[in-house]
């Protein structure tokens, strides 16, 4: 009888658990005056410490064949980490 309400509770509570899963990340709001990822990325180009031979060796490798097997693979390695796009 005892295994019949445990295993009753966790029927019950397992879809409530998973709509509180959705509910949370559906209203995730981003972190008050953090960027979009496009706009962060040309400030920090903007920044000290990016030189013109830095910028120069970034805007050849975006442009070259590499590129988005490098993009798609950081990605891949974000997402397992957590949250990446």
């Known amino acids: 009888m005892r295994r019949l309400w445990i295993l009753t509770l966790f029927v019950l509570a397992l ?23 496009a706009g962060a990325c040309a400030d920090m180009m903007q920044q000290g410490g990016v030189t013109e031979k830095g910028k ?8 070259s064949d590499r590129a988005p097997q490098a993009m798609a693979n950081m990605m891949e390695m974000a997402r397992r980490m957590g949250d990446g796009d």
């Open 56 to 63: 120069k060796a970034m805007r050849e490798f975006m442009q």
């Open 15 to 37: 879809p409530l658990l998973v709509a509180a899963a959705t509910i949370a990340a559906e209203t995730r709001q981003p972190l008050e005056g953090q960027k979009p990822a």
